[in-house]
C-alpha cells in the first residue's frame, strides 16, 4: 500500500506517515458525505449558522496546537500561523452571521400581469475541494465555510505535505458538533482523485494551486459536466508609479513579497517602478530585503522561514538561476544557504525582461522581480503583460488617480492601493485569465455551488 510521510522542511526530520485510500474506501467516505448531506440540507440557513460559529470557537481555543502544526509541515512562521487560525475563525462567523441573508429566498414578478416568482438558492450535493499545502487552513475553510452554509457536504484532498493539517481541521469540526459524515478528507493518488470528480454524487469541484493543475483539473470536471471554481497561481505586479510615496511603497513591497514566505499565490511578485523613482525606491528595497532575518520559523525574531519542502527550494532555485542566465542581475540573495533545511534568501532580480521565469512565471517564494518602466502608463501595460490576472497594487499619492487604474485598467480579479494584505472575508476572491475564475469571500463563494431554482406561481 502507499503511503504519505511528512517531513518538516527547517529540519528535514519527518513527521508522520500516512497510508493512501483504495478507491473503494474513498468512494465509500464520498457516499457517507451524501448521505450526511440529505439531512444537513434539510436544515435552514439560521440552524446551520451555530454550527459555523462553534467551528470558530473551537479553531480559537486550539491556536497554538495549528499553528505549530502548520509549521512543522509547511516551514511557515508560527506567528503567521495564528493569524491564519484567527481569519478561518474570521470566515466561520462572517459566513454564519451573513450566510441567511446572502442565501435567502428572493422575491420577483414574472409575466405580464406581474405575478410572483422566488429565486430560492438551493444547496446541490457534495462538493470536492481540492487544496494546495501554502495556507493548510485556511484554503480548505473558505471552500468548507461557505458550502455548509449553503447546505452543501464537502469532501477534501489536501495537499500530501499537510496531511496532518486537513485531518486534524476535520477531527475540530466533529469537535465542534459538526455532523462526522459532513465534512470528509480523502488521502488519495491523482488517478483516485480523478475518479472522485467523474462519481456521480460530486456535484462540483473547486480546486486552488497551478494553472497547470487547473487546467487538468477542469478539463476533468468539464467532461463529467460538472461545475468549478478554480483559484490558480499569479505573478501580482505592484506599481510603483511617479508620484509614489517610497516609504510606504517600501514598507508594503516588503512585506508583499515575503508574507507566508513568499509562497502566496497573491503576494507581490514584480515591481514595476517608474523612471522617474527608479533609484529610490530599489536602493530602499533592496536595503531592507537584505536585512531580514532568516531562521527558524517558531522563532519570533526570524522574519523568513524555510520554503515548504526541498523540492520547492529546487524549483525556485531553477527560476532564479534561469531567470539571470537571461540576463537578469541579482541584487540580493539569490544563492541558498549551505544549511539543513529547504531555506531560501530574500532575493532581488532587477534587469526582468520577458522571456524569463521572473517575468512570465509564477516564482513561489521570496524572490522579488523589479522591472523598469518609462512612466505610470508603460507601468500599467506592463503589469497587465501576464497571463496571470489574479491581483496587483498600486503605490500612488493620488488616490482617485490610483482607483481609476485599479477599476478600469488593471486586469485582475483583486487590487491593493498603498498597502498589502491577502484575503478578508467580505471582499471577493478570485483572479481572471490564467489565473482561473469563480469567486470565494464576500459572499461570492456561497452562491457559487448552490441551485438558482426559479419558482414561478400564478
Known sequence: MSTITTKNPATDAAIETYSLMSKDEAFQRLEAAHTAFLDWRTKSHTDRAPYLMRIADVLRSHSDELSQLMTRETGKLFKDGKAEVEICAAIFEYTAQHGPDVLADE????????????????????????????????????????????????????????????LRLRELCIEAGLPEDLFQVVLIDHDTSD???????????????????????????????KKTVLELGSNDAYLV????????????????????????????????????????????????????????????????????????????KEQVETSVAKGAKVLCGGQAPQRTGAYYPATVLAEVTPGMPAYDDEIFGPVAAVIRAKDDEDAMRIAND???????????KDEEH????????????????NSFG???????????????????HGGFGMKEFTNAKAIFLP
Request: charge should be negative; glycine fraction near 12%; aromatic fraction near 8%.
Open 107 to 166: 422575491d420577483r414578478t414574472h409575466g405580464r400581469n406581474g405575478a410572483r416568482g422566488v429565486v430560492s438558492h438551493q444547496p446541490i450535493g457534495v462538493i470536492y475541494s481540492i487544496q494546495p499545502w501554502n495556507f493548510p487552513l485556511y484554503q480548505p475553510v473558505r471552500v468548507l465555510a461557505a458550502n455548509l452554509m449553503a447546505g452543501n457536504a464537502c469532501v477534501l484532498k489536501h495537499a500530501s505535505i499537510c496531511t496532518g493539517s486537513g
Open 195 to 225: 475518479d472522485i470528480i467523474e462519481h456521480p454524487l460530486v456535484r462540483g469541484v473547486t480546486m486552488t494551486g497551478s494553472d497547470k493543475a487547473g487546467r487538468h483539473i477542469g478539463s476533468t470536471a468539464s467532461k463529467a459536466l
Open 241 to 316: 508609479l511617479e508620484d509614489a510615496d517610497i516609504e510606504t511603497a517600501v514598507k508594503y513591497s516588503v512585506m508583499g513579497r515575503l508574507y507566508n514566505n513568499g509562497e502566496t499565490c497573491v503576494s507581490a511578485k514584480r515591481f514595476v517602478v517608474t523612471d522617474k523613482v527608479y533609484d529610490a525606491f530599489v536602493a530602499a528595497f533592496v536595503e531592507q530585503m537584505q536585512a531580514i532575518t532568516l531562521g527558524d520559523p517558531m522563532d519570533g525574531e526570524t522574519q523568513l522561514g524555510p520554503l515548504s519542502s526541498e523540492d520547492q527550494l529546487d524549483t525556485v
Open 386 to 396: 501576464s497571463r496571470y490576472g489574479l491581483g496587483g497594487g498600486i503605490f500612488c
Open 402 to 417: 490610483a482607483l481609476k487604474l485599479a477599476r478600469d485598467h488593471f486586469d485582475t480579479g483583486m487590487v491593493r492601493i
Open 422 to 440: 491577502a484575503a478578508d472575508p467580505n471582499m471577493p476572491f478570485g483572479g481572471v485569465k490564467d489565473s482561473g475564475y469563480g469567486r470565494e
